[in-house]
């Protein structure tokens, strides 16, 4: 077992995923948070220039993906399942399918703070390696690593409805039938800074009608509007 403070080498990270990379450089500047860039000062570069540009990359990808693989969904559904497959908690859960916490070169101080498993962490790491593997291989590399990873999710996420703005769903419902809007209530929030879940409830009115646990405020509302959908039967339970 690894552990907090081991960091695995770009060469066996490498190896372990079958990447592509011969020459480790973009690896290692991928792989590398600017936390690590303040405690070491022979450290070149961090990786938020790549992430900005594996941002970009994961988008046309993505999109390019749904548009061959779903030739029968309109414009519509293509751009909420785009977004729900780089939404953030969605690259920070690629991540730890790979268990790229484990290769990340953070300061000791991060570290410390459970950066290995904090999602907007995650996920800007992941939109650095995907943006070296476009320099080292081009649209190919990313392919061949990429879509697996979206093979296993997108059923997931349309059975469940996860790719649907819930919450606009609900309002729409309840304004449509001369309730009050919705309103969102934190019912509890719990472990560690770095990986804390969070509880919610939606209330029309004085009725409660649905609770939800995530791992961000926003993504339990959006349960507790879906499980709230369900009860009223404008969901199907799935």
Known sequence: MV??????????????LDLPFTNHFLLFRALTHRSY???????????????????AVLDFVVADWLYNHYPEKPEGDLTRLRAALVHTDQLANFARQIDLGRALRLGRGEIQAGGRERSTLLCDAFEAL??????????????NFLVPLLENVVDEILQNHLDEDTKSRLQEWAQG???ESPKYLLVSEKGPDH???FEMKVKIGKKTFGRGI??????????AAKEAMIKIGILELT
Do not use: C, M, W
Not at 37 to 55: P, Q, S, T, V, W
Not at 214 to 223: H, P, V, W
């Open 3 to 16: 552990d907090n403070f081991t960091t695995e080498s770009p060469e066996h990270f490498t190896k372990r």
């Open 37 to 55: 860039l303040n405690e070491n000062k022979d450290a070149i570069e961090d990786n938020e220039r790549l992430e900005f540009l594996g941002d």
């Open 130 to 143: 995907i943006g070296a593997l476009y320099l080292y291989g081009g649209i190919t590399a990313v392919n």
């Open 177 to 179: 039938h001369g309730y």
């Open 195 to 197: 990986s804390k879940t």
């Open 214 to 223: 995530g791992t961000s405020k926003q993504s339990a509302e959006k349960a």
